[in-house]
């Protein structure tokens, strides 16, 4: 039986993180080895609140780990990586800590054993069957025709440059080719694009996903015009922008937070 190993980042997800762990019932989470959630140094109860709602669990392993300092997103997925490599489990599980994703959206695909068919199995608010919520049309058109505009720039057919829910299995990062990608919100970007550069097998799978309380921390239109200056450069010249000079791989140390 194949181990799955959940990292959930979490940062200025108090409200949030303990939905995200509750999705978790005792049947769902038989179905994981363990449940990791990175906590990235956040100034308000994020912490407190990811250990209270981890001793609740039931069904699974929960374990929390706080970064030494604020590595960002790109940083925590770093961390969760080398965590599930030392554990030698088979796959991983993300889903963001901020609640807008839902875990039950990879469960039938983990029933069937369809994850393990591709290096990564890439959940898109904009693929077919999709369901948006408190998306405003104007956002979700444009959206699209954004992704479409970077489908046509890769070559290859894209719903999303990166949503909350994402599987990858362990014998794509033990090649560790992420250490050297940026630690900021563009992390997901250069695993995808890594993915198309590499003709990795990967795939995108339709989510349900939801806008409430949540803050993102990303600056929508700052944001797509670094994906799109970022794109520009790999149909431009792929193999220069996985290939540039890069100092050597900062690390990333953590401590694990005792949830008695």
Known sequence: MSSIMVFIPAYCCEKQISRVISQFTPGIAAQFTEIVVVENRSPDR??????????????ATGTLLQNDNN???????????????????????????DDQGHIRDIMPYISSGMHKQFDSFLGARFAPNSILQDYSLLRTVGNRLFNTLISVAVHHRVYDMGAGLNVYQANFLRRKFYLHFPDDLTFNVYMLLYSIWKHSPFEFFPLSWREDDQVSNARIFMQAWHILKLTCRYAYNAEALFSQHIPEPKTYTYRCISLD
């Open 71 to 97: 590595y960002n997103l790109g940083g925590s997925h770093k961390v969760a990586f080398g965590y599930f490599l030392e554990k030698n489990y088979d796959t991983l599980v993300v889903l963001h800590g």
């Open 46 to 59: 994020t912490l407190d609140a990811a250990r209270e709602s981890l001793r609740a669990l039931q069904g």
